[in-house]
T-cell receptor
Framework: GAVVSQHPSWVICKSGTSVKIECRSL??????MFWYRQFPKQSLMLMAT?????????EQGVEKDKFLINHASLTLSTLTVTSAHPEDSSFYIC?????????????FGPGTRLTVT | GQNIDQPTEMTATEGAIVQINCTYQ??????LFWYQQHAGEAPTFLSY??LDGLEEKGRFSSFLSRSKGYSYLLLKELQMKDSASYLC??????????WGAGTKLIIKP
C-alpha cells in the first residue's frame, strides 16, 4: 500500500506554545487529507478535511483558529496546534486519500503523540 | 443520522477463528473498510468491500451484504499478535469515511 509519513512522531511542549505536525504522502498524490484525533481507548475522531489549495473543512466543535490546517500541495498537509493546553494532549493521526483507478484509497500516517505540560 | 455498530470487545483463543460483525446505516455507500489498530499506533488497512460477497486475503476474510447493511471480518488461525482493535468504516456518498468505535480483540493462549 501507499506510504504516508508524519512528523514528528511524538512531541512534548509547554502550555501556551504552538506545535506543527507535518503529514506527507510519499508515493501518491493525495487529493484530500484528513486529520484525526484519538484519545486513549476511544475511536478516531475526525477533526477536519482538507483539499489541496483550499481551506479546510472543520468538524463541529473543532476550533479552526486553534487547529490551523494548511494543505499546500498534493503531498503535504500541516496541522498547527496553537496555544496548546494540557487538554490538547492526544494522538493526532493524518490520513491521505488518492484515487487509484476507480477506488478512493485512504492510508494513515503513523500518528503524532502530543503531550502538553 | 449515520451509524456504524460493532461490538466493543471480543475474546478468542490462539489458533481459533473469530468473526467481528459490523452493521451500518449511512447516507450513501461507496465501500466498507476494515482497519487494524494496535495500541498506540495508527490504523492499518486490512480490507475493502464494495460488492456483496466474501473477500479473502490470507488469514483474514471480509464479507459484505449491502441489502442488510452488514459486514463481518473473519480472522482464522488466530495469533497473539492479532490482539488489537478492529475498526469498521463506511465511505458515504461524499466519499467520507464514517467510523465505528472499534472492536477490541483479546487473544488468550
Amino acid at each position: 500500500g501507499a506510504v504516508v509519513s508524519q512528523h514528528p512522531s511524538w512531541v512534548i511542549c509547554k502550555s501556551g506554545t504552538s506545535v506543527k505536525i507535518e503529514c506527507r504522502s510519499l508515493d501518491f498524490q493525495a487529493t484530500t487529507m484528513f486529520w484525526y484525533r484519538q484519545f486513549p481507548k476511544q475511536s478516531l475522531m475526525l477533526m477536519a478535511t482538507s483539499n489541496e489549495g483550499s481551506k479546510a473543512t472543520y468538524e463541529q466543535g473543532v476550533e479552526k483558529d486553534k487547529f490551523l490546517i494548511n494543505h499546500a500541495s498534493l503531498t503535504l498537509s500541516t496541522l498547527t496546534v496553537t496555544s496548546a493546553h494540557p487538554e490538547d494532549s492526544s494522538f493526532y493521526i493524518c490520513s491521505a486519500r488518492g484515487l487509484t483507478g476507480d477506488l478512493y484509497e485512504q492510508y494513515f500516517g503513523p500518528g503524532t503523540r502530543l503531550t502538553v505540560t | 443520522g449515520q451509524n456504524i455498530d460493532q461490538p466493543t470487545e471480543m475474546t478468542a483463543t490462539e489458533g481459533a477463528i473469530v468473526q467481528i460483525n459490523c452493521t451500518y446505516q449511512t447516507s450513501g455507500f461507496n465501500g466498507l473498510f476494515w482497519y487494524q489498530q494496535h495500541a498506540g499506533e495508527a490504523p492499518t488497512f486490512l480490507s475493502y468491500n464494495v460488492l456483496d460477497g466474501l473477500e479473502e486475503k490470507g488469514r483474514f476474510s471480509s464479507f459484505l451484504s449491502r441489502s442488510k447493511g452488514y459486514s463481518y471480518l473473519l480472522l482464522k488461525e488466530l495469533q497473539m499478535k492479532d490482539s488489537a482493535s478492529y475498526l469498521c468504516a463506511v465511505m458515504d456518498s461524499n466519499y467520507q469515511l464514517i467510523w465505528g468505535a472499534g472492536t477490541k480483540l483479546i487473544i488468550k493462549p
